[in-house]
Every structure is written in structure tokens, then in C-alpha cells.
């Protein structure tokens, strides 16, 4: 339950003492993109994990064999308590339905998510501002996570630092996750993001560095192609997958879906989570940064503004002297969810058992599920609009695709809602508040509705026109049926042998059955051509109101030209 907390403050003589100092810090970073639909062979739709199969060598990728399929001696209490967490249909979304349901997974019949993982990388050197002191923050793992029947791909990138300090580790969350400069300064430092990341290889090799302070070369590129240019390491890290505006040939193209910040998760283990002061709590919260300076006391935005932080955005459960992670505080604002703790607390430091294996698996799923959720909104959204910018109501070719594209997103939209889409993913009452303060914050409600009825109109939309093209042939044919029985009436009455030729010889009997043949298709087609003006006048025929000389004018206006 979320309970307002009393405004926390510091003893006006901890505001001159140092920084706090972050003994542990986790980062956890989780980019959603839009994959771009990929072509099999026999042009089927691939799958993109088939894809990066396929490539072997030529890619960095492997997938993860998980600790729920692979071999019992991988399988550990933390990872039996992640599982009963949620709610049988989560399980299935999250797990599958046991190890042989790997074998099925390629026509969705096992889990539903696939999983990646790169080991090339072993740390990140980052520079947060020009001047200051090299940061080296070690990667725990780097993955790539794909869903089946939803062309989405999420990059979840973990890291780890001990001993900074408190500044340092606003600073980190704060620039760290960024897929481009979203500017420059007047001497062309780029803002709010790290003035410099290298990926360093498992040797400490360099294998990448930032080109964030290139402004030309970003500005070039959304001149040129009205989409944002991603930043090197960002784009090195998501090979052989490429951006689709990039110019780089690759069979895995992606698309930005989200604001270019990527959602975040933090741990932050410290001496005293008491010390720190309001406006440390707000910045960490809101993921702000450090202050002007390097200062932390004064707030970020205005009181007013932040008046009902601790309602909106603190989960304080745990937020006391007591339990077995005493004074822990959850915070979350959607895009962001940071847990502060005690490092002196072994429970809060266990990773097998404790807060830390916590954050690692279970949060880290419930965020997931909402990042996700968002995503594929966004992405079947995004479907929608490009299948209206390439209809051309004047080419039937471009008609009957945007028919294809429309029946293809709503039958997706249909499975998303039944395997991925769901409220409630927990019993367990911290589990659920979380879960429901992420998707609170991330508007996925209204998103589904909105996107929910955006597809119900398309598919009215079409199911009206089709019934107007049935409406419009079968008022054709009425109209073919209605003139051809008056023949048909008049050959009856008179007879069949009208004319005595079966006596004549074959040839006679052919050329006479030609004829007619010729002659009826014509009389049909041109009736077919005239049957909506026939209609009409069929309609003026029936109205007893009109007069003799209006019904007249009816039959005329079948043979004037321009009438329709």
C-alpha cells in the first residue's frame, strides 16, 4: 500500500558534511525499440531470433539458455522465488511451460520472449562532465530480449560501481542512458548526456567510443533522413541489428519507439539512507542529476510542483527502523525505479535472497512487463499510421494492401491482448503496488484503450466497406436479373424452337449458338456497366409519387452522359 511519508530532512549540520557515499551501486538500463518486419527465404516473416541464429560468428549475440531450462545445478533459490512471485499466466508469459517447450518456440507454442546476451563487453568508462574524473562502471550482462508475435526488441544493459559518491551516482544515472545528445552548448559540449563512454573489452581494450560532441554529424543526419542519429556506442552495442535511417545494410533494422532516455531501474546501497535530504530523494526519484555544481540541497523544480512527491512517486513500506532491510525506500516515476537501502543490512545486500536478488529478478521483470506493455502499444500505433501514409485510394493494389495491413494489425493486436496484456502480475502486495505504480505512471491503460479503439474503427472502417461492395454487386446482379428476365420471359413464352433449325446442318447450328452467345454477353455487360443508373431509374419506377414524366426523365438519364 502506498503510504505518504512526512517530508524527510537533514539536521541542518549534516548540510556541510561530504556527500553520502554510495557503497554499491546497480544500474539497470532497458531500451524498447521497434524491430522492422524481416523476410524469410521462402518470404515468410522470419522470426529475428532466427535471424541472429543464422548468423553464427558474424554476430555477438548468443541466445540464453536460462536458468529455468538448462541444468538443475543453475537453478537457485533466488530464481525459485522470482517464479512463484507472479501469477500463473505470467509464469507462462515469462517461463514457457517447461523445458521441452523450447523446442516448440518458433511457431509460439513455448515462451513467449526469447532471450540474447553478449559477452564481448566487460566494463564501460564513462566521463560525466568535461574535466571530470574517468568512471568505470563494470557490465554485469548485456541483453537483447524479443517477444514472439510482436515486432518489439528491449536492450537491457546492467552495470556496477562501488564506492561513489553521492553526486557522482546521480550523475551516472542521470547521463548515463541516452541514445543521442539531445543538444549542444554554445562551444559544442553536448548536454545532459556523458561528455565521453568507451566500452571496454574483457582485455581493457577500447572497443567503441562515444561521438556525442560531433554535432555536425547528427545534425546532417535529421537534415537529411527527419529521424535522430544514435550515438556510436549505442548502434555499436546493438550489432547486427541497425537502425533503419542509418544507410548500413543489415536484415535486423529498428526503429526508436520511445523518448530517447532510456527507462531505468537503480540500486543504491549507502552508509545512511536517513542523511540523505529531501531534495536527494526527489533527484534520484525523478532522475535529475546532480545539482548546479555538484550540489544536492536545493530541489530541482519548484515546492509547489513537488509538493506530493512522496505520494505520488515513494512506495514506504519498508521506510522504517525496523524488519530485515530497515530503512528501505522504493521510488518510482514510471520511467524510473530506484530502490535505497542500507549497505550495513545483509538482507538488503543478499543477492541470493535478500533486496538486491529482489531488484535483479523480480523487479526487474514487473518493469519490464510495463516497458514492454508500452512498446507494443506504440509499436501496433505506429503500424496503423504508416499503413494510412502508403494507402492510395486510387490504385486497388494499394487498397487491397492496406486491407492486408489492417486485418495483419488487429489479428496482432487480438494476441497481444490475449498472452501479453494483463492488470494484475502479482499476489504479493509489494510485487502489485510496484507493478501498478510503474503502470500508473506509464499511462498503459489509457494507451491500450486508445490504440484498442484506433483499431476497432479501422476494422469497422473495412467491415462498412465491404458490405458496400456486397450491397453495390448485388444490386448489379438484381438489376442484370430484372432486365434479362424480360428475355428471358419473351423466348419462354414464344418457345424454344423459334426458329426450326434442328434440321440444320452443324456448322449453321454453331455460328447460330455464337451469335447468340455474343450478342447475350454483350446485352449483360452493358447492362452491368448501366446497373447503377438502371437502379436508379428501377427506384424512380417504384415511387408512386413521381410523376410519368419524371420517370420518363429517369429512363433518359441512363444515356446522358456525365450523369452518375
Aim: neutral net charge.
Amino acid at each position: 500500500m502506498l503510504s505518504p511519508l512526512s517530508k524527510t530532512t537533514a539536521p541542518a549540520e549534516c548540510e556541510a558534511t561530504a556527500a553520502p557515499q554510495v557503497r554499491h551501486l546497480r544500474q539497470v538500463l532497458l531500451w524498447p525499440l521497434r524491430l522492422l518486419p524481416v523476410r524469410g527465404a521462402s518470404g515468410t516473416h522470419a522470426r529475428p531470433w532466427q535471424v541472429l541464429r543464422e548468423m553464427g560468428d558474424a554476430s555477438p549475440w548468443r541466445e540464453v539458455v536460462d536458468e529455468y531450462t538448462g541444468e538443475r545445478d543453475r537453478f537457485h533459490e533466488r530464481h525459485y522465488n522470482e517464479f512463484i512471485t507472479f501469477l500463473p499466466y505470467v509464469q507462462q508469459f515469462l517461463y514457457g511451460e517447461g523445458r521441452a517447450s523450447r523446442d516448440a518456440d518458433d511457431d509460439g507454442g513455448g515462451s513467449p520472449m526469447r532471450v540474447f546476451r553478449r559477452r564481448d563487453i566487460a566494463a564501460v568508462r564513462v566521463v560525466p562532465r568535461p574535466g571530470d574524473a574517468p568512471i568505470t562502471l563494470s557490465i554485469v550482462h548485456i541483453d537483447l530480449y524479443f517477444f514472439f508475435d510482436v515486432d518489439v526488441v528491449l536492450l537491457n544493459v546492467e552495470v556496477s560501481a562501488d564506492e561513489l559518491s553521492l553526486p557522482q551516482a546521480h550523475e551516472v544515472l542521470y547521463r548515463f542512458g541516452r541514445g543521442y545528445p539531445p543538444g549542444w552548448d554554445a562551444q559544442g559540449r553536448a548536454l545532459h548526456c556523458m561528455a565521453s563512454v568507451e566500452w571496454l573489452g574483457p582485455d581493457g581494450e577500447v572497443r567503441v567510443r562515444s561521438d556525442a560532441q560531433q554535432r555536425e554529424a547528427f545534425l546532417a543526419h535529421v537534415c537529411e533522413h527527419r529521424a535522430p542519429r544514435i550515438a556510436a556506442h549505442w548502434a555499436f552495442l546493438l550489432e547486427p541489428m541497425v537502425a533503419d535511417h542509418s544507410g548500413s545494410d543489415g536484415r535486423l533494422r529498428y526503429r526508436q519507439i520511445e523518448y530517447y532516455r532510456m527507462p531505468l531501474m537503480a540500486y543504491l546501497a549507502l552508509d545512511d539512507p536517513r542523511a540523505l535530504t529531501r531534495a536527494d530523494f526527489i533527484r534520484l526519484g525523478l532522475v535529475t542529476g546532480a545539482g548546479r555544481g555538484g550540489s544536492d540541497a536545493s530541489l530541482p523544480f519548484g515546492e509547489e510542483h513537488l509538493a506530493d512527491f512522496e505520494q505520488r512517486y515513494c512506495y514506504d513500506r519498508f521506510w522504517a527502523n525496523t524488519g530485515a532491510a530497515p530503512n528501505t525506500r522504493y521510488l518510482c516515476c514510471g520511467q524510473a525505479l530506484v530502490v535505497i537501502g542500507d549497505a550495513k543490512s545483509e538482507f538488503f545486500a543478499c543477492r541470493d535472497r535478500g533486496v538486491l536478488a529482489q531488484f535483479r529478478h523480480q523487479h526487474f521483470l514487473l518493469f519490464l512487463i510495463a516497458h514492454f506493455q508500452k512498446a507494443a502499444l506504440l509499436m501496433f500505433s505506429d503500424r496503423l499510421v504508416e499503413a494510412l501514409k502508403r494507402l492510395d485510394i486510387s490504385r486497388p493494389d494499394s487498397v487491397k494492401r492496406f486491407k492486408r495491413e489492417i486485418r495483419a494489425c488487429f489479428e496482432g493486436f487480438l494476441r497481444f491482448t490475449h498472452r501479453y496484456w494483463f492488470h494484475e502480475v502479482s499476489e504479493q502486495a509489494q510485487a502489485r503496488a510496484l507493478f501498478s505504480l510503474c503502470a500508473t505512471h506509464l499511462g498503459t491503460d489509457a494507451l491500450y484503450l486508445e490504440v484498442k479503439e484506433r483499431i476497432a474503427d479501422m476494422n469497422d472502417y473495412l467491415d462498412a466497406d465491404s458490405l458496400r461492395r456486397q450491397a453495390n454487386t448485388v444490386v448489379r446482379l438484381t438489376v442484370v436479373t430484372i432486365f434479362g428476365l424480360i428475355g428471358t420471359v419473351t423466348t419462354g413464352f414464344l418457345g424454344m424452337n423459334l426458329l426450326a433449325e434442328s434440321d440444320a446442318p452443324m456448322t449453321r447450328k454453331l455460328w447460330i449458338f455464337a451469335v447468340t452467345f455474343i450478342v447475350t454477353t454483350v446485352l449483360t455487360v452493358y447492362t452491368m456497366s448501366k446497373s447503377k443508373r438502371l437502379s436508379d431509374f428501377l427506384d424512380a419506377l417504384s415511387d408512386e409519387r413521381l410523376s410519368l414524366w419524371a420517370k420518363i426523365k429517369a429512363l433518359a438519364a441512363v444515356w446522358r452522359p456525365g450523369v452518375d
